[in-house]
């Protein structure tokens, strides 16, 4: 059986099943999609919404802070911090 399958990736260009196998799973991208798959399935299960969802909202939450603090500086104001408990 393992002569046959070698046969068959042979004519793919591959030298053996072995080979093979390690063209189609790749550690470093393995290292990389584990981990966001499994915070992604965890966002998914608590918040019931997909991570680049979450993730697009921390990033405005994050702007808005940011342009809150320079819009203060700007006006010279000082930072209040009940206002930021709305924002968050």
């Given at each position: 059986?393992?002569?046959?399958?070698?046969?068959?990736?042979?004519?793919?260009?591959?030298?053996?099943?072995?080979?093979?196998?390690?063209?189609?799973?790749?550690?470093?991208?393995?290292?990389?999609?584990?981990?966001?798959?499994g915070v992604s399935s965890v966002?998914?299960?608590?918040?019931?919404?997909?991570?680049?969802?979450?993730?697009?909202?921390?990033?405005?939450?994050?702007?808005?802070?940011?342009?809150?603090?320079?819009?203060?500086?700007?006006?010279?104001?000082?930072?209040?911090?009940?206002?930021?408990?709305?924002?968050?």
């Amino acid at each position: 059986m393992k002569k046959v399958c070698n046969y068959i990736v042979s004519n793919f260009g591959f030298e053996d099943v072995t080979d093979f196998m390690g063209s189609l799973v790749h550690k470093n991208a393995m290292l990389l999609s584990i981990p966001v798959a499994g915070v992604s399935s965890v966002i998914e299960t608590i918040f019931g919404l997909q991570g680049l969802t979450v993730l697009a909202f921390v990033v405005l939450v994050l702007l808005e802070l940011v342009t809150g603090l320079v819009a203060s500086k700007v006006r010279k104001e000082p930072i209040v911090s009940h206002k930021f408990g709305r924002l968050v």
